[in-house]
């Protein structure tokens, strides 16, 4: 199995709701954050990644057809170069929504988490390719945008879909030439629901 979908789209942009789609419309997993936070093997791989070194992809997407949310889209372009048929998905959302959202979950996690491995590479993840002003509303904003151009400058309108949750199944089925499923689009993970888990 080899990654059909690779999500560029920041965590808070649906990146739930679209791993919950694309592992129905692809019959197979969809990797994303919680499968790292989850896998401690997987943590240190990434934290390896941030410093330069990158893993055998291969290896670590075994299984998986799709991969979407942090850390996977802040290497969308390695992945996209590793996995040249892949379509990339670009999930997004108005700026300052994701950022309220952003801060009342993925932030505050990050700030309180007792997994300190997982906590230190996920900093240093963001220090190296997001921002190092997660607290900070303004660079928050400002990186968010940086990073949502940057896919978009970079990666050929025919391999390219962005998207939102609001857009349903239709663009996602379209690109991935599969049917429509006959059931609502999964909306998961809203901010109240993070909250309710403790993450």
């Not at 080899?2 to 592992?23: F, W, Y």
């Not at 299984?63 to 670009?90: C, R």
């Not at 151009?149 to 089925?173: F, I, M, S, T």
Request: charged share 25%; aromatic share 10%; glycine share 8%.
């Amino acid at each position: 199995m080899t990654l059909r979908v690779i999500g560029a789209g920041l965590g808070r942009t649906g990146t739930t709701s679209l791993k919950r789609a694309l592992e129905q419309l692809l019959e197979a997993p969809c990797y994303h954050m919680g499968d790292v936070y989850r896998n401690p093997e997987h943590t240190a791989l990434w934290h390896e990644a941030v410093r330069g070194r990158m893993p055998q992809w291969q290896r670590l997407f075994d299984g998986y057809a799709a991969a979407a949310d942090w850390p996977v889209a802040s290497f969308w372009q390695e992945l996209g170069e590793a996995y040249p048929d892949a379509l990339i998905v670009l999930s997004v959302r108005d700026p300052e929504a994701w950022w309220h959202s952003a801060n009342e979950t993925i932030f505050e996690v990050l700030e309180n988490s007792t997994n300190d491995a997982w906590r230190l590479m996920v900093g240093d993840l963001f220090a190296s390719r997001f921002t190092r002003s997660v607290t900070e509303k303004k660079g928050c904003i400002e990186a968010f945008e940086r990073h949502v151009a940057e896919v978009r400058e970079n990666v050929p309108e025919d391999r390219l879909l962005e998207w939102q949750p609001g857009n349903g199944w239709e663009p996602l089925c379209r690109a991935l030439g599969v049917p429509v499923p006959d059931m609502p689009f999964p909306h998961a993970n809203t901010t109240r629901e993070f909250q309710s888990r403790g993450g």
